[in-house]
């Protein structure tokens, strides 16, 4: 009885668990190889640094003019500025609102900053942005400067670097 057909049935059961092993073998390679793509272009981080850096310069250059569409043309259009002592400003009116206020200060002589250190995303979409706020107020005692610091996040929108998020504190201790 155990020769009726059994080697064959084994053999033929080995085979076909061979080929389905094999087929699903193959087809895990193929899958492996679709999900494992070539890597995303890296961005060239010394370009991105340097144009962020030139748009820094810009954008607190039109910050000494006071020049409120010249600030808001580097903010993405859903671009949030949190602000000490204020609400998040969020979108291009809000942040208008924020920025006229803040650039009419009593007593406000400059604002700028400089960037100390930026770090681009490896995809290069992102970059977070971390500087030195410089502002000088005239006060009854005289002339105030005072150095703060900031943190920018920028992402690019359609090939342009925008900033999405905006944030500074002072430096100065709680009173």
């Not at 039109?62 to 500025?81: C, Q, V, W």
């Not at 100390?116 to 992102?126: A, K, L, N, P, Q």
């Amino acid at each position: 009885m155990l020769s009726f057909g059994y080697p064959h049935a084994r053999k033929s059961h080995i085979d076909n668990f061979r080929g389905t092993m094999n087929k699903l073998i193959f087809a895990g390679l193929i899958i492996v190889a679709a999900c494992t793509s070539a890597p995303s272009p890296t961005a060239d981080h010394q370009i991105e640094e340097r144009a962020i850096r030139q748009l820094n310069q810009q954008w607190s250059d039109a910050t000494k003019r006071k020049d409120i569409d010249g600030i808001l043309s580097f903010y993405a259009p859903d671009g949030t500025a949190a602000f000490p002592d204020k609400p998040a400003a969020v979108g291009t009116e809000a942040l208008r609102k924020l920025w006229s206020e803040d650039l009419a200060i009593p007593g406000l002589l400059t604002l700028s900053w400089e960037p100390e250190r930026i770090d681009v995303s490896t995809s290069g979409d992102f970059a977070s942005d971390f500087g030195r706020v410089y502002s000088e107020w005239q006060t009854p005692q005289g002339v105030v400067k005072s150095t703060d610091k900031y943190l920018a996040v920028w992402k690019k929108i359609d090939g342009a670097w925008k900033v999405s998020y905006d944030t500074w504190n002072t430096n100065a201790p709680m009173k």
